[in-house]
């Protein structure tokens, strides 16, 4: 009970996302390396982006063959989460953590040759390897695809990584409502390595008391995250050592988003 009692005294963020904010390719990447994400509007062209992503295309997409692996980013073709139900001790409740989620892992190659995904690796990479410029970020990166339909038990607020891997999240519908369970980010959280540490080895020991990950943040209030509202033709770039996740969807809603996963091996 503890991790909770530290969580609800904690103070809501003193930003917003206008904070971390730009339309500008030169400013994006000092913002991305000193807060750990960047909000870029308007960056592609929406029209271009959504139009490779018809419903017979996301269909096909769905009813493609899985690949499974023992390793995330060997795995292909959609997974659909929230199968088995997880217990949440401070809820003290079960929940099929992830629900409505499906993730199409490793778009194929021949799908994404389109000048638009072109587009997006070029200035994605551009801005992480200016902000990054000792690490190889170049030739590591491929595309996943995440739908979200009425995802209202979603994993709560985590990190993918202890390691400064990327994920840029471009989305295919716009979100304007916390209801709609927006993607949300917690600025500067990567900078904080006392708690990286003290999560991870309280989630390892004492197992988390928000879910099952060992990255799940269990000392970090939601009041901490910022919400991000956006629309086709934005792009979200963030690392994955940031406290980040959904908050649940409050009413019926679909949304998708095209994932660039950028790793440095």
């Not at 009692?5 to 904070?19: E, V």
């Not at 096909?60 to 692996?69: C, T």
């Amino acid at each position: 009970m503890y991790r909770s009692w530290i969580r609800d005294r904690q103070l809501a963020s003193k930003y917003n996302l206008i904070d971390f904010s730009t339309n500008s390719f030169e400013k994006a990447p000092k913002i991305l390396r000193n807060s750990g994400f960047v909000f870029l509007n308007g960056a592609i062209d929406k029209n271009k982006i959504i139009s490779q992503f018809s419903e017979k295309i996301i269909k096909q997409l769905v009813q493609s063959p899985f690949i499974s692996s023992n390793s995330y980013i060997d795995l292909k073709g959609p997974c659909k989460r929230g199968k088995i139900q997880t217990y949440i001790k401070y809820k003290n409740e079960f929940n099929y953590i992830d629900k409505g989620i499906i993730d199409i892992h490793h778009l194929d190659q021949k799908f994404i040759e389109n000048e638009i995904f072109g587009d997006i690796v070029n200035i994605c990479i551009g801005i992480i390897s200016k902000s990054f410029p000792n690490l190889n970020f170049k030739n590591n990166y491929y595309f996943n695809l995440y739908l979200y339909d009425n995802v209202s038990t979603p994993r709560c607020f985590h990190r993918d990584s202890l390691r400064n891997r990327i994920k840029c999240f471009i989305p295919l519908g716009k979100v304007s409502e916390i209801e709609e369970g927006p993607l949300a980010i917690y600025p500067y959280s990567h900078k904080n390595i006392f708690n990286k540490f003290v999560e991870y080895f309280s989630n390892k020991f004492l197992k988390s008391d928000m879910g099952d990950g060992v990255l799940d943040a269990c000392f970090t209030s939601y009041k901490k995250l910022i919400p991000i509202y956006y629309s086709p033709g934005d792009i979200v770039i963030s690392r994955q050592d940031c406290i980040h996740g959904d908050f649940p969807a409050r009413i019926p809603f679909k949304r998708s988003t095209l994932v660039l996963n950028v790793f440095n091996y």
